[in-house]
């Protein structure tokens, strides 16, 4: 998969590709490209923003900022999907997730600040996508995240039975995951569940089973 992220910070990025899942598959099964709308700017002094009209705090992302580094990329607009990401986008969930894992070429426009001029939504981006209903100072975090969760979807990223019954899995019927626990089997008087200890693989996969319906039922989602 070629995945591309436009951003004003493209070293903001650097601690997650030495992280696994992500460095995992990078330069395999994932090709994370980054760029800087200031290599690309037709403005002086690296300029990629300025004040919006009609007034108003904060810096927009100027659409012939976004435009040019586009073309310069792709030699225009790209055939792909590429996906901005804002509040006003739809919400990322995991099955939204799984359908950008699947595009062999994926780009991502983020900003900062006050965002998008809104003629890049309208006529440079293809889709829109929110992490959730908050703002955050820039779009590399959500950038991130959405790296992140794609990369431990790609093949070879995560060990073959890692992936398979996690929450949102098939598995678990697209539920919340049963609780974990490791040694110490007590601790300040806290101690694993007896059946965890039982050696009884029928009781365990029974009890985890029942202990996701339960998680998920009180979940507000």
């Not at 300040?188 to 985890?208: F, K, Q, T």
Request: net charge negative; hydrophobic share 40%.
């Amino acid at each position: 998969m070629q995945l591309d992220v436009f951003t004003l910070v493209p070293h903001a990025f650097a601690w997650l590709c030495e992280q696994r899942p992500v460095a995992t598959v990078l330069g395999g099964e994932l090709d994370l490209r980054l760029f800087s709308y200031r290599d690309t700017t037709p403005l002086r002094a690296g300029q990629v923003d300025d004040e919006p009209y009609g007034g108003g705090a904060g810096m927009v992302l100027r659409v012939d900022v976004v435009g040019a580094a586009l073309e310069r990329v792709y030699g225009g607009q790209p055939a792909h999907r590429v996906v901005a990401l804002t509040p006003q986008g739809r919400q990322l969930t995991q099955g939204v997730v799984e359908e950008l894992a699947g595009e062999n070429k994926l780009t991502l426009l983020s900003a900062r600040f006050e965002g998008f001029d809104e003629r890049i939504l309208t006529h440079l981006a293809s889709d829109a996508i929110s992490i959730g209903p908050y703002v955050l100072s820039g779009g590399e975090l959500p950038a991130m995240v959405l790296v992140d969760a794609i990369a431990r979807l790609l093949p070879g990223a995560l060990a073959e039975e890692s992936g398979r019954v996690e929450t949102f899995s098939t598995e678990l019927g697209g539920g919340l995951e049963y609780p974990h626990y490791t040694r110490p089997a007590e601790f300040r008087g806290w101690r694993v569940p007896e059946v965890l200890l039982s050696g009884n693989h029928g009781r365990i996969a029974a009890w985890r089973r029942e202990q996701s319906r339960e998680r998920s039922a009180r979940s507000p989602a």
